[in-house]
């Protein structure tokens, strides 16, 4: 075990309540060179019972598969003993996805920023992906918050699925602000703020943010409603995005775009030095 660098565990509720009531009680395993960890559970309440008995000091990527929702205790839960469980500076990625699709008629929640503030104190993370179907309500101060705690963010996703609307966002020059933050953010899911957006500011929109080099972007603007008034100025602001490939990627809500584009899902990509129009 001393040697072990990658994990992966696939147990059910029962066989941690059957552990966990033995008379000789569970002890607490050291993993000293484990690097990856992979679980399968079913829910993120067992995870959190399984992660009382392990010491991961080194620990640098987390995975995690429900098979089924949790909700939203359970998550505040669980991002709030994290930093108790994992090296603060080792860990750099945390995933957590379902098995299968949540089918259970669950009441609807928000991930806030009381939730993910505990994660500040991983200062290396570079994927935070929560593919959990819940809203995300987040202002754009309390998202560039966070942002500035987490300098090497690559991929920032959360409740991708989409099944509740998000009830915040982000405006263009909040997220120029945040690609200052995180200097290597290639993939980002959020809502966009565009209203009364209608000129660029002058000179450079993205701040004199230089081109990054064989890195592409995939910027998943979800379901925000583009006001038709900011279609040709919004379309200026991402023409000169400092990527050498960009997708912009509209959601499938029933206001995505609806007015400005004409349909239902839209992807844009935008090769470098290309003199496409964006947004049409």
Avoid at 189 to 218: C, M
Wanted: net charge negative; glycine share 6%; with cysteine.
């Amino acid at each position: 075990m001393r040697d072990l660098h990658f994990l992966h565990v696939e147990l059910h509720d029962a066989v941690i309540d059957y552990v966990q009531s033995t008379p000789s009680g569970p002890s607490t395993t050291t993993f000293p060179t484990l690097f990856f960890c992979d679980l399968s559970f079913q829910s993120l309440a067992t995870v959190w019972r399984f992660f009382d008995h392990l010491c991961l000091p080194v620990i640098e990527q987390l995975s995690i598969r429900l098979h089924t929702r949790p909700i939203e205790l359970e998550l505040e839960s669980f991002l709030a003993g994290l930093p108790g469980a994992c090296n603060h500076k080792s860990l750099f990625k945390i995933l957590i996805a379902p098995c299968t699709y949540f089918e259970e008629d669950l009441p609807p929640y928000h991930i806030k920023f009381q939730h993910l503030r505990p994660l500040t104190v991983f200062a290396n993370i570079r994927m935070l992906h929560l593919m959990i179907p819940c809203g995300v309500d987040l202002n754009e101060r309390e998202l560039l918050r966070l942002a500035s705690s987490w300098p090497h963010l690559e991929v920032f996703a959360l409740g991708e699925e989409e099944l509740y609307p998000a009830s915040s966002s982000i405006t263009p020059g909040g997220f120029v602000q945040l690609l200052g933050l995180c200097r290597s953010l290639s993939r980002f899911s959020f809502v966009f703020d565009t209203h009364d957006y209608t000129h660029i500011p002058q000179g450079h929109p993205w701040n004199g943010l230089g081109t990054a080099k064989n890195r592409d972007a995939e910027i998943r603007v979800l379901n925000s409603v583009i006001e038709e008034e900011s279609v040709e100025a919004l379309g200026n602001f991402f023409q000169v995005a400092p990527f050498p490939k960009f997708e912009l990627v509209f959601g499938k809500g029933p206001l995505a775009c609806e007015n400005a584009l004409g349909g239902e899902a839209e992807i844009v990509t935008l090769p470098e030095d290309s003199a496409s129009q964006c947004c049409s």
